[in-house]
């Protein structure tokens, strides 16, 4: 039998107070940057004040956008955002958010300045870790390949949606990790890799460097960022933000090791070893699992996917104990695939006992905090059908 999904109805969890203190502050941030209808506004700050009131109602969507709702609309409409399944609510909240504001008429991102702050704040490290990835250059690809993996996990940490964790200011430490030698393989296998991107900005700009890594590695791969079509869980990467991530790189003072990794990572997309992709897929209240997935999860790939919202999504953000095998929990129809993720949410499998016993002993919260770091894969053939 499966474990039940995430929800909000339990006083403790995490989806609890992502409803009742991460979303007020998530609207609370839109109603002051954006500028919208007094109609809309007035709805937004009844967000703010009484969270556990919203409920699903209708969305104002484009005709291409509506369909991927309708099995939503159908099964929860009316229903309270608690007593929905928190990855399902999630989704509707910010395709709520998009509809409220204007997104959809407009073109404008309501989140768009959270994601310009992270890339200020982000500049200096950015710039750093482009110096170093230059330098590494010099060293044999595979230890090239290994760090960019590793700068694109611990990127992961950026999350605009949960601002407390950067502010807590701890370290983030790998609390699991495939050996080094099945992920190069994997990486290595050919001929695509397909990473599933999570934030913008500066994690977005490790996910490309990591692309580089991997082109410079393996010149017979080639790879794809997969990006959401539309804003959704404040900073998720969109071809949007690849604009204006360009065009912030560009404007950087003294960032000369950013600039020049940049140029050579834009060559590499003029002449297709990097691709972009958008899927729409992404914004709709669907887990990997769903039947519209599955034409993308071809046998010849080798998907990465980065953070949270990913992992959870693959693995339907159920109950799981921490300790079921990645094979039997992922729900998802995946090729050969490596999960990099920094933990900021309570859907966790495959990972073995006695790592769980310490860190529970250690850190009572360890898979909200942001603290704990882990890199997973399933080989071909290994996920449950």
Not at 75 to 104: D, I, K, N, R, S
Not at 181 to 188: A, F, I, P, Q
Request: with cysteine; proline share 8%.
């Amino acid at each position: 039998m499966l474990p039940p999904p995430l929800d909000s109805r339990t006083a403790r969890s995490f989806a609890r107070l992502t409803l009742v203190q991460r979303v007020p502050a998530i609207v609370a941030s839109v109603v002051e940057a954006v500028v919208i209808p007094a109609g809309a506004r007035a709805r937004l700050e009844e967000a703010v004040a009484r969270p556990l009131e919203l409920l699903v109602r209708p969305l104002q969507l484009p005709p291409e956008e509506a369909p991927r709702w309708e099995e939503f609309l159908a099964a929860y409409q009316g229903e309270h955002l608690a007593a929905v399944p928190f990855f399902l609510w999630e989704a509707y909240l910010y395709a709520w958010l998009l509809a409220e504001t204007g997104y959809y008429e407009t073109g404008v991102d309501p989140f768009a300045a959270a994601k310009r702050q992270d890339f200020a704040s982000s500049l200096q490290s950015m710039d750093q870790a482009s110096r170093t990835a230059l330098e590494a250059d010099a060293q044999p690809s595979r230890h090239a390949l290994q760090a960019s993996v590793v700068r694109s996990l611990l990127a992961n940490l950026a999350d605009s949606s949960y601002p407390e964790i950067q502010a807590g200011g701890g370290a983030t430490a790998t609390l699991y990790a495939e050996q080094w030698d099945t992920l190069e393989g994997l990486l290595l296998a050919g001929p695509r890799v397909r990473i599933l991107t999570d934030n913008a900005m500066s994690e977005l700009w490790y996910d490309l460097l990591l692309a580089r890594a991997l082109a410079r590695a393996a010149p017979a791969v080639r790879v794809e960022l997969v990006l959401r079509r539309h804003p959704m869980f404040v900073s998720d990467a969109t071809p949007a933000d690849v604009v204006a991530l360009w065009d912030l790189i560009d404007g950087a003072p003294g960032a000369v090791s950013l600039a020049r990794a940049a140029a050579e990572v834009r060559s590499l997309m003029e002449c297709g070893r990097i691709d972009l992709r958008a899927w729409a897929e992404l914004n709709a209240p669907w887990h990997l699992s769903a039947p519209a997935f599955r034409p993308f999860f071809e046998p010849d790939v080798t998907f990465v996917l980065k953070g949270d919202v990913n992992f959870r999504r693959a693995l339907e953000d159920r109950a799981w104990s921490a300790t079921t095998p990645l094979e039997q929990a992922c729900r998802a129809p995946l090729p050969r695939t490596i999960f990099l993720r920094v933990l900021k949410s309570e859907c966790v499998a495959g990972l073995p006992a006695d790592v769980v016993e310490r860190v529970e002993r250690a850190d009572p919260d360890w898979r909200i905090n942001g603290k704990h770091a882990t890199v997973q894969a399933l080989q071909p053939d290994a996920v449950s059908r």
